[in-house]
């Protein structure tokens, strides 16, 4: 009989402990975060130079709408001009200068076709 209740005894502590184990997660300490040595920040074109903004990837994402604002100044049809600029100038980080053509300066614009083969970008 001893050795019944023993067998039971043993059954039922076999059972709850992975039953406690998933009710109270053990938590173990992470490491101490290493100082790291300072990084040095990529430099950026100088926004003085006659480049800056019209070769590929010379310009940072958020410099897009400007530029564009800029080269569509001119038209009738600013809004489509806009948003193929802008999605032209966030592929190629770059927007030729002036309104019209130019487009040689920034080859990744100049190159991006249509289906039917006509130019993507403004």
């Not at 009738?76 to 770059?94: A, H, I, S, W």
């Amino acid at each position: 009989m001893a050795t019944k209740l023993n067998t039971i005894v043993f059954s039922i502590v076999l059972l709850h402990l992975p039953l406690s184990a998933q009710m109270h997660p053990i938590y173990l300490e992470s490491p101490a975060p290493q100082p790291q040595p300072p990084q040095s920040q990529p430099q950026l074109p100088h926004h003085n130079s006659s480049q800056y903004g019209t070769t590929q990837g010379s310009l940072q994402p958020q410099e897009c709408g400007p530029r564009c604002g800029d080269r569509c100044s001119n038209t009738q049809y600013k809004k489509p001009c806009l948003f193929f600029c802008n999605k032209c100038c966030t592929k190629c980080l770059c927007v030729p200068p002036g309104t019209y053509g130019n487009k040689q300066v920034c080859p990744c614009y100049n190159n991006w076709k249509t289906k039917s083969g006509g130019p993507k970008c403004p």
